[in-house]
């Protein structure tokens, strides 16, 4: 019985009912009045404290205060995070490169192929079981341009197709010097060497576009440039290469220099090939040493 009835002496002192006054001092002239309960005061307070923490949360996320938070970075912590990881993410490509130039060495010291440093990759879907359908359309139009081109002179004329004539074509001296070797094809000597001042420069004999600048065991730094009509030259023993391999150059540029590198080299000298649709040809046949 004491409990209840002190639960009930609490829930009325909860919904007894207070008048709040605010009173001018001079005149005791009432200005304003609120008439509240325990129960109505603690649920203003409840909901005033809401929205003071909802504007509290607002400004930290949404403005520029939250960088005067203890512990959170401003805008300069999160930029120099930003550079740094665009840094190590570079960081990471190189070193992977580095590491595919490396496995390269060793490929091209045990005689393997060697493996590209960046892998492209085709971000065009793979097109399979393409199937093409004409219609009524397709065959009118193709009746239409047969008529009108029946008399056309495009029709009567036919091109003739002239032949590649190698001895027309006007060759570059790859060095100047004094041929110590001559062609060869019986002996597997596909080429001529020269031998010539240190530090030379050696020019292309054609225009084209290197395929192949590198290093091999036998020849040393060796650079291939492909040509029109199906020629080849080749420049072997180098000392350095002027060229990248996809490089577009021109005839009588320089493209490398003379040196001493390959096991089958005897000194600083040239081997220079020429070859035409995989049929090595005597260049002293069409360039002037």
Known sequence: MEETKKKRKLRHKLKDRYRLVIMNDD??????YAVLS??????????VG???????IILVSFTPLREYIPGYPDGNVRR??????????????????????????????????TQPHMNGIDSLP?????????????????????QEEKYGISTLYKPVK?????????????????????FDAR???????????????????????????GWTLEAGFIIQVQHQNDLISVYKHNSQLL???????????????????GEYTTGPHLHFELWHQGTPLNPGDYIVF
């Open 126 to 146: 793979e097109l399979t079981n393409i199937t093409f359908e004409t219609s009524n359309f397709d065959s009118i139009l193709k009746e239409q341009f047969e």
């Open 243 to 261: 060229k990248k391999m996809g490089d577009k150059i021109f005839a009588g540029e320089p493209i490398a220099i003379i040196g001493n590198t």
């Open 80 to 113: 120099l995070f930003i550079i740094n990881s665009l840094q190590v993410d570079s960081l990471e490509q190189q070193l992977n490169i580095r590491d595919k130039y490396i496995l390269n060495i060793h490929s091209i010291l045990k005689g393997k192929e």
């Open 38 to 47: 325990r129960i109505n005061f603690m649920v203003w307070i409840g909901f």
């Open 27 to 32: 005149t005791l002239e009432d200005v304003y």
């Open 162 to 182: 002239q032949e590649f004539q190698i001895n027309k074509l006007h060759f570059f001296c790859p060095l100047k010097g004094s041929v110590t070797n001559v």
């Open 187 to 213: 002996g597997n000597h596909y080429g001529i060497d020269i031998v010539s001042n240190m530090n030379e420069p050696i020019l292309s004999v054609l225009s084209g576009t290197v395929i192949m600048a």
């Open 50 to 56: 809401v929205i003071l923490v909802a504007i509290g």
